[in-house]
T-cell receptor
Framework: NAGVTQTPKFQVLKTGQSMTLQCAQD?????MSWYRQDPGMGLRLIHY???????DQGEVPNGYNVSRSTTEDFPLRLLSAAPSQTSVYFC?????????????FGPGTRLTVL | AQSVTQLDSQVPVFEEAPVELRCNYS??????LFWYVQYPNQGLQLLLK??????LVKGINGFEAEFNKSQTSFHLRKPSVHISDTAEYFC???????????FGTGTRLTIIP
C-alpha cells in the first residue's frame, strides 16, 4: 500500500511552459485535492474532486486545470507556467465517509518557474 | 466562511520544556479541527483531530489539544519536547460535508538543546 504518490519530486520550468503534476493513490479514496504551500501562507486549496468525473475549484484555481478520469489518479495541469506558481504542491486524498476523516498527503512536488 | 489564525510564526523552546502552539478559528457553523505536522522536506502528517465528544484530544508523539468553543481555540500542547519535534505545525478547520480544509499559516517549532 503506497498511499499517495506524487511525481516528479522537483521540477524547474521556464515561464510559459506547460506541465502536469501527477498524483495517484491506491487506497480507493473518493476524495482527492491539490494544495499549494507558500511561505507564510500555509496550504491553500487549488482544486478538488469528490469522485471520478467530478471536480471543483478551491481557493486559488486560476492557472491550473484538473480532471479525474479514474478513482486512482488526479493530475494537476499548469497550462502556461508563471513565476507566481513557484511553490510546493501537495496532493491529498480521503475516503468519502459520513464525517470528515483524515486526509492523507503525498510527499509534495517542489516547482520553480523561472 | 471559515478561517484559522496561528498567531506565532516561530516558537523556540528548550528541550524537555513544555510547549503550547496557539490556534484560533472562526466559523458560523460547527467545525472540525485538525493539527498537522510537517517535518523538514516531507509531506503533512495528521497529529490529532477533534470531530465531537471530549474536548481534550490526544494525538501521536505525546501531543494533545483542547477544543474551547467559547474561545474558538484549539491549542496544541506537549509537556516535554524533544529535538525530534522540530517541525512546522499547521492547524486546520473544516465543516461537515465540506471538502475545503482551511489551513493556518503554520508555526515553526524549534527545539533548543
Amino acid at each position: 500500500n503506497a498511499g499517495v504518490t506524487q511525481t516528479p519530486k522537483f521540477q524547474v520550468l521556464k515561464t510559459g511552459q506547460s506541465m502536469t503534476l501527477q498524483c495517484a493513490q491506491d487506497m480507493n479514496h473518493e476524495y482527492m485535492s491539490w494544495y499549494r504551500q507558500d511561505p507564510g501562507m500555509g496550504l491553500r486549496l487549488i482544486h478538488y474532486s469528490v469522485g471520478a468525473g467530478i471536480t471543483d475549484q478551491g481557493e486559488v484555481p486560476n492557472g491550473y486545470n484538473v480532471s479525474r478520469s479514474t478513482t486512482e489518479d488526479f493530475p494537476l495541469r499548469l497550462l502556461s507556467a508563471a513565476p507566481s506558481q513557484t511553490s510546493v504542491y501537495f496532493c491529498a486524498s480521503r475516503p468519502a465517509s459520513g464525517s470528515p476523516s483524515t486526509q492523507y498527503f503525498g510527499p509534495g512536488t517542489r516547482l520553480t518557474v523561472l | 466562511a471559515q478561517s484559522v489564525t496561528q498567531l506565532d510564526s516561530q516558537v523556540p523552546v528548550f528541550e524537555e520544556a513544555p510547549v503550547e502552539l496557539r490556534c484560533n478559528y472562526s466559523s458560523s457553523v460547527s467545525v472540525y479541527l485538525f493539527w498537522y505536522v510537517q517535518y523538514p522536506n516531507q509531506g503533512l502528517q495528521l497529529l490529532l483531530k477533534y470531530l465531537s465528544g471530549s474536548t481534550l484530544v490526544k494525538g501521536i508523539n505525546g501531543f494533545e489539544a483542547e477544543f474551547n468553543k467559547s474561545q474558538t481555540s484549539f491549542h496544541l500542547r506537549k509537556p516535554s519536547v524533544h529535538i525530534s519535534d522540530t517541525a512546522e505545525y499547521f492547524c486546520a478547520v473544516t465543516r461537515f460535508g465540506n471538502e475545503k480544509l482551511t489551513f493556518g499559516t503554520g508555526t515553526r517549532l524549534t527545539i533548543i538543546p
